[in-house]
């Protein structure tokens, strides 16, 4: 299908850029910027690429990195001229997005005591503090810290949507005074108020905390300080953070609590002594590269459903992870996946309290894989203090305990398993699973940065951007620069193309928000932003931004990847996210997209206003080599902007589908929620690795049910849903055509190591997944079709009858795998 109507505003708005044309100092850049700019008249429809691939211009070398300039604490993001607006704020033109805790009077010497002038830097403006609660989207900041130290004596008190950023050439240390007092957390995330936490815990979205050393090594040992209090959901996360706590014997301090939450992501940190050095209690999280000294206990694991440890490192320590929290009777963890990892110089490696009688039956789930124990006293401890796996030196390909479906079970197991057999594009040398942290671009000088709004883009949330933003990610492209795109929401009505080598990186979460026809046609979908064209080799480079769409935009594919990666330099998506109504600017919050629960809704009365996307994100059949880390597509189920949180409908018709025929593909911590068809849905692909996953379905479905209001098109490798309930005991009905949590067709080595599936609601009613009322919220959730070599650990779901299906045939009943409020598969694999 190929419509010219829906290319005018795209034409238009090139037009405009070559009229607004300014001449660079470089005449090469100029040229090849309108080079790029000219392809555009060869756009083609979605989906598929073209026949023949694009033509482009072969990489040019980017500039060599200037040497680093004589101060070595320089940082670009200090350096840069702040500008960053709050476009949907009151009074954007005043609201300051970028703080320095230096301007609001902290003294980081080492003596003053700079509580007071710290929580000032967050607090002002106007923000979104705990006492009040709620949420919102309006008040973004950075809060950055210059290397020093920054004594404090009360807890710093983080608000909504921000970013506590340190220099990461010169880390600042937050050392708190002996006396320190009065808070829970040297940073208290989520201070408690009269009425428990401040925010929700499963609603504290888009925020940061990076570059720090967290010292409590003043305090004296039997005071239980904790470092950082971070009850938190999805897009969030820290990193590179190093905690000093007391070890003597009788220490009390704790590095991080966790207590509640929907999280979530974690990386590179480092904690060294402690009681319980990391206390972690959340429904999932994703954590990689945390390294834990000389600790008690390294992690005390509280309860979860499902949780993805990666390359973590435990160095003698008394308890490495201890996850038997609740004893063999009422075990609160649900299942562990822990992979790529050490442990040494540890008495006990991982404790559970799992074993042939304890409860829940499927609690305490774990997976080994790949895990060297050096000088370990109990490799794993079971139920009543058992051995379940003799301690010594030696290395673990595969070890579990749980429940396994291959496909068909359960079979209950604890013992050796074979590990993944791992696709070698997916490893790094070594043979663990490549991994790759946010680059924060510390090495370059602000020289090497171009500012989207200095280059024109506005951000303003009013002003079309599209030629302006196009045109400073090929200016920044062809000069070899990272473009820097300052805080803002970037309206646009036509595609936004990212070339290889592209590299680009937001302020506190920058939005790219398109509008208009071009994006609204449901049967010629278009990209909103475009990563490489069909058959363009090459990587990017992308962190901290938001893509997101205004009113209706029934053809909005939000992100399109095309880009073919090599695997040892894939493209990378970092803090990278995607928002779905719910938010100031979007027009579809609760005036606009109300809850209906108690009309049926059917194609013919649906509010078609609200239909808001076409698909979330799309791995293309020619692309490959793309690593995800922290992602979050989410469908909004609740307007954040409203002080309570109220329900929204929101339609948007499939979440990630991933049709790379090459595959390698990383899915390190991403989750995708709310969407109609499916969340996850990998088609004629393979070579990913994934984990955690997690997906809810829509909350007002089956009212309409899935195949309303996306028509179905074969080419994406549409679900095809029954018109029927089904009917569960004492005739209970389930409703069969609810969208997938995640779909697996015609694929293979789909490696998924860890995935928490739920499905909660029922036309708005909890009912269905409250605990004992038999999981009756959908029939069936995950499904793998016509499919060899798939596996997947620690598999959790909620609200779900039957919890695998395979081949069209129902392989797992939720009542035979247990798990309190969710139920756990430790392995399956088909
Ligand atoms: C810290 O606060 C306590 C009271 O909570 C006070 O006694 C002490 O003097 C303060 N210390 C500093 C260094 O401000
Ligand atoms: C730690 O202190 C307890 C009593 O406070 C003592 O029994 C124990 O032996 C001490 N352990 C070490 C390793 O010093
Ligand atoms: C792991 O984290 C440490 C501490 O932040 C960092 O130095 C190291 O580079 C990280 N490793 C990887 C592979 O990212
Ligand atoms: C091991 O940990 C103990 C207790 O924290 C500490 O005293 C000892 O120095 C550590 N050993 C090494 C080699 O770090
Ligand atoms: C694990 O934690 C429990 C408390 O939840 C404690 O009773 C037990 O001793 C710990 N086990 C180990 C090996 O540290
Ligand atoms: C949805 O639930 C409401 C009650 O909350 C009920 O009145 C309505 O009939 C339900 N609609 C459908 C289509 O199930
Ligand atoms: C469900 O109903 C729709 C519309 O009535 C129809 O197009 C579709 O084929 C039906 N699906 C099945 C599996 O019967
Ligand atoms: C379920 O419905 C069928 C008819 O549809 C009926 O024969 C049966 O008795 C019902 N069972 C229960 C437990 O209500
Ligand atoms: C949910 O269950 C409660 C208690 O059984 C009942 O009162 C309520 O009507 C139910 N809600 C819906 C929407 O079915």
Same mark, same amino acid.
């Given at each position: %299908? ?20 300014? /001449? ?56 840069? /001229? ?20 230096? $301007? ?37 900041? =950075? ?13 710093? =008190? ?11 050439? @010169? ?84 590095? =991080? ?9 974690? &990386? ?131 070890? *579990? ?13 604890? *013992? ?102 071009? !994006?609204?046609? =449901? ?21 901290? %931004? ?28 970092? $803090?990278?996210?995607?928002?779905? *109504? ?94 109609? /068809? ?39 490798? $549409?679900?095809? !849903? ?7 005991? *004492? ?30 609601? $029922?036309?708005?009613?909890?009912? @269905? ?7 009756? @919220?959908?029939?069936? &959730? ?49």
């Amino acid at each position: %299908m190929r419509s010219t109507l829906f290319l005018a505003p795209l034409l238009a708005a090139i037009t405009t850029t070559r009229a607004q044309h300014v /001449k660079l100092e470089i005449p090469e850049v100029d040229e090849y910027v309108h080079s790029m700019l000219g392809e555009f008249d060869h756009w083609t429809h979605y989906p598929g690429p073209s026949p023949t691939y694009w033509h482009h211009p072969s990489p040019r070398p980017t500039k060599p990195v200037p040497p680093k300039p004589t101060n070595q604490c320089a940082y670009w993001l200090a350096d840069i /001229k702040h500008q960053g607006i709050a476009a949907f704020n009151p009074t954007p033109s005043t609201y300051q997005v970028f703080r320095n805790v230096k $301007d609001f009077g902290a003294k980081g010497d080492g003596v003053t005591d700079d509580t007071a002038a710290i929580n000032n830097a967050i607090s002002s403006g106007g923000r979104l503090g705990p006492a009040q609660g709620g949420s919102t989207t309006v008040t973004p900041a =950075i809060v950055y810290f210059p290397s020093g130290v920054y004594m404090i004596n009360a807890s710093i =008190i983080d608000y909504y949507y921000t970013q506590l950023i340190g220099n990461p050439n @010169c880390l600042p240390t937050i050392r708190a005074f002996p006396t320190f007092s009065g808070g829970l957390g040297l940073i208290d995330g989520d201070q408690y108020g009269a009425n428990g936490l401040g925010f929700g815990a499963t609603n504290v979205f888009w925020r940061q905390i990076r570059n720090f050393i967290i010292d409590m090594t003043l305090v004296p040992g039997d005071s239980s300080v904790t470092g950082i209090h971070w009850p938190t959901a999805q897009a969030t996360s820290l990193q590179n953070i190093v905690f000093q706590m007391n070890s003597n014997n009788g220490t009390q301090h704790q590095g =991080i609590f966790i207590e509640s939450g929907s999280g979530g992501f974690m &990386n590179d940190l480092v904690f060294n002594g402690g009681n319980n050095a990391a206390v972690f209690g959340n429904q999932q999280f994703t954590m990689r590269n945390l390294t834990f000294n000389n600790a008690v206990t390294a992690i005390s694991q509280i309860w979860d459903w499902g949780w993805t440890y990666k390359s973590i490192n435990i160095n003698n320590c008394t308890t490495g992870l201890n996850m038997s929290s609740g004893g063999p009777t009422a075990q609160s963890v649900g299942s562990v996946t822990f992979i790529d990892s050490s442990i040494s110089n540890t008495g006990v490696g991982i404790a559970t309290a799992h074993g042939p009688n304890s409860q829940p039956p499927t609690a305490g789930s774990l997976i080994l894989e790949n895990v060297v124990f050096t000088n370990v006293g109990i490799a794993v401890e079971g139920e009543g203090n058992t051995v379940a796996l003799a301690g010594g030196s030696f290395t673990v390909a595969g070890w *579990g305990e749980g429940h396994s479906y291959t496909p068909n079970g359960p079979q209950t197991f604890e *013992g050796p398993i074979t590990p993944v057999a791992r696709p070698a594009s997916l490893l790094q040398s070594g043979g663990k699973y490549y991994e790759r942290s946010k680059p924060q671009y510390q090495q370059y000088p602000v020289q090497n940065f171009l500012s989207a709004r200095s280059a024109g883009a506005t951000g303003d949330g009013h002003t079309d951007d599209t030629a302006a933003l196009q045109r400073a990610i090929l200016t920044a492209r062809a000069q070899g620069k990272i473009l820097f795109v300052d805080q803002g929401d970037y309206l646009v009505s036509g595609t936004i193309y990212v070339p290889a080598g592209s590299r680009i990186v937001g302020e506190s979460y920058s939005v790219i928000l398109s509008h208009g026809n071009f !994006f609204n046609n =449901i049967y010629a979908p278009q990209p909103v932003v475009q990563i490489g064209r069909p058959g363009e080799r090459g990587s990017i480079e992308m962190s901290d %931004m938001i893509v997101s769409t205004q009113g209706q935009q029934r053809g909005a594919v939000l992100f399109e990847y095309n880009l073919n990666s090599p695997s040892n330099s894939p493209s990378g998506l970092w $803090d990278v996210h995607a928002r779905i *109504g719910g938010f100031a600017g979007s027009n579809l919050q609760l005036a606009e997209c109300p809850t209906t629960p108690d009309v049926t809704v059917t194609a013919d009365n649906l509010n078609q206003q609200c239909i808001a996307a076409f698909m979330t994100m799309h791995l293309t059949k020619p692309s490959s080599g793309l690593y995800l880390e922290n992602v979050w597509l989410w469908v909004a189920d609740h307007d954040v902007e409203d002080p309570q949180l109220r329900q929204i409908t929101i339609y948007a018709g499939r979440g990630l589908l991933d049709q790379s025929q090459e595959g390698t593909v990383w899915m390190v911590g991403t989750a995708v929620e709310h969407h109609v /068809k499916y969340e996850y849905q990998f088609a004629n692909t393979q070579n990913v690795f994934a984990g955690q996953i997690q997906t809810e379905t829509a909350y007002y479905q089956p009212n309409p049910s899935a195949p309303i209001p996306f028509p179905y098109v074969a080419t994406l490798s $549409d679900p095809i !849903f029954p018109n029927t309930t089904t009917l569960a005991a *004492g005739n209970v009905s389930i409703p069969a055509a609810d969208g997938w949590g995640l779909r697996i067709v015609d694929s293979s080595a789909i490696n998924v190591y860890g995935a928490g599936l739920y499905s909660f609601f $029922d036309n708005y009613s909890t009912n @269905c997944s409250n605990q004992g009322n038999g999981e009756v @919220c959908q029939d069936r &959730n995950f499904e793998v079709v016509g499919s060899r070599g798939v596996t997947v650990y620690n598999l959790n779901t909620v609200g779900t009858h039957y919890m695998i299906e395979v081949d069209g045939v129902d392989v797992a009943y939720y009542g035979d795998n247990l798990d309190g409020f969710v139920d756990t598969i430790a392995l399956f694999r088909n």
